[in-house]
């Protein structure tokens, strides 16, 4: 839930043969997005949004990006960064 997404590049050939969710996610995560936001920005439930990014991350498309936790600990920034960007749903 807390994983960062950050879209890759592709070729312009390529981006026609993404679905609409898939193109969605793309266009999200030109700035690092959490799979949490992505699920509330595309309004879909978070398990879904997590198979999506998934399924894009093995093909390529989205790279992941996962926290590091000192000592089992949450990082604050991070949780502070997902924090924000939900109230700003």
């Not at 509330?40 to 990014?53: S, T, W």
């Amino acid at each position: 839930m807390e994983t960062l997404v950050s879209s890759m590049s592709i070729p312009d050939d390529e981006l026609s043969l993404l679905t609409p969710e898939q193109d969605a996610i793309m266009q999200l995560c030109r700035t690092f997005r959490s799979v949490a936001e992505i699920s509330a920005l595309l309004r879909v439930p978070l398990g879904v949004a997590r198979v999506l990014v998934a399924d894009m991350s093995d093909e390529g498309l989205v790279r992941l990006h996962q926290p590091r936790l000192a000592q089992g600990q949450p990082d604050l920034n991070m949780l502070e960064r997902v924090l924000s960007g939900l109230r700003r749903l």
